[in-house]
């Protein structure tokens, strides 16, 4: 008699949506503890690294630190290059591997709105915020399957269109056009700010059937390990 | 009495399982290049084999669901990694062999079956992944599965 009780409330629970903030309060506060040693883990089996590396990561954690002192003290908003920024944390990540979504804390009582541009420091392009509540919203990032998006590459600005994913990749590249590895590929759809950075062009395919090629990404960070971005305001 | 406790206890230890496993799916902490686990999945599967009545199972099952819950409105993934689990509880049942190995074959058609009906497109627009996730998935039940035994025996222990 209890079990059907216990099932039937949580029959309720499941198909009603009032518990989705709590719980991703509850899952970003572990997902923290437990990230802690687990970042300490892996911080003591990197301890090999070379020198000089170490010694420039100390002073980009220096300057890290100097800014979360900053912030700490202020607003979460803040200005850079006449653009305004809201920093969220990361609440939860989409649980499956065909979706490329992640919640934040902040939503339309902190001045978000569906389509603002999500930002991994304020310059590199991660994805869009596609669903806002009032305390939290959901962005869809490139690592979507499925989701396209116009962009150009390199100092010439080669078009092509970015196909997201676990791994994004480049296509409809035109043969003609030069580009090499290395190059710098950014924002050129007219949803976003033009030139926001995405990746850099790690390699690229010859089609042999097509006239257009491919190109593989480098994404300057792990979004595995991403706990904040920024979101674009205006 | 004792043997209330004793299931009471049981349920307990799967409760933990499925909020711990609920709790890592949500974020990507078990993420390993680029690939998530589905490890509610594994678990759920696996927890199947160590429980022998429905209700207690819907009742994880449920929890899980809620767990997984993610953005507000009708959810299909929810539902169908729900019907994935259910079936896969009567499945179970009828399957000949050694409980371990039928614990892995049912975790790796799991996955395949979960990813055919939520999105079906993704298994051939991203194999390595699907195929990636499945081995992981493989991994963690066989893990599972012997924490599960250890912790949740099916019987009272004798003592004299």
Redesign the interface.
């Known amino acids: 008699m209890i ?2 009780g ?2 039937a409330i ?2 309720l ?2 198909l009603s ?1 009032i ?2 903030n709590p ?2 309060y ?2 970003s506060q ?2 923290n503890l ?2 802690r040693p ?1 970042a300490l883990l892996s911080s003591l089996i990197e301890i090999s690294r070379d020198s000089a590396e170490f010694e420039k990561l100390l002073r980009e954690n220096e300057v890290l630190k100097a800014k979360i002192l900053l912030l700490s003290k202020s607003s979460y908003r803040e200005t850079i290059g006449g653009h305004e920024y809201l920093s969220a944390k990361i609440y ?7 979706r490329g ?1 992640i ?1 934040l804390n902040a939503g339309r009582l902190d001045g978000l709105k569906e389509l603002l541009p999500v930002t991994v420091g304020e310059t590199i392009f991660l994805g869009q915020l596609t ?1 806002v ?1 009032d305390t939290s919203s ?1 962005a869809r990032t490139i ?1 979507d ?2 989701w396209e998006l116009p962009v150009k590459a390199g100092t010439g600005g080669v078009d092509a269109l970015l196909l997201g ?3 994004p990749r480049l296509t409809l590249i035109v043969k003609e056009k030069e580009l090499v590895s290395g190059a710098d590929v950014y924002t050129a759809g007219k949803d976003f700010p033009y030139g926001l950075k995405i990746g850099t062009i790690k390699e690229i395919f010859d089609n042999p059937g097509s006239t257009f090629r491919e190109a593989t990404l480098d994404i300057p960070y792990a ?4 706990t904040q971005v920024s979101v674009l305001i205006k | 009495m004792r043997q209330d406790a004793f299931e009471l206890k049981r349920m307990l230890i799967a409760v933990i399982f499925v909020l711990i496993a609920g709790v890592f799916q949500n974020t990507s902490l078990l993420q390993v290049a680029g690939i998530k686990p589905n490890i509610s999945l594994a678990i759920l599967i696996t927890l199947a084999f160590f429980l022998d009545t429905l209700l207690p199972y819907l009742v994880l099952v449920l929890l899980t669901g809620i767990l997984l819950r993610f953005e507000p409105g009708f959810e299909l993934a929810n539902l169908i990694f729900t019907a994935v689990v259910l079936l896969f509880f009567f499945l179970e049942r009828r399957l000949p062999g050694q409980p371990f190995l039928n614990n892995l074959i049912l975790i790796a058609a799991g996955t395949l079956l979960f990813y055919s009906l939520l999105d079906w497109r993704f298994l051939y627009a991203e194999p390595l992944t699907v195929l990636g996730e499945m081995l992981y998935n493989i991994i963690l039940g066989a893990l599972a599965f012997f924490m599960i035994g250890r912790l949740m025996p099916r019987s009272l222990p004798k003592f004299i």
Do not use: C, D, H, W
């Open positions: 079990l059907i216990l099932l949580l029959g629970l499941f949506q518990l989705i719980k991703n509850l899952v572990v997902g437990v990230s687990m939860s990540t989409y649980p499956f591997n065909n979504l919640t669903q509540s959901v690592f399957a499925g994913g676990r791994e979004v595995g390990e991403l």
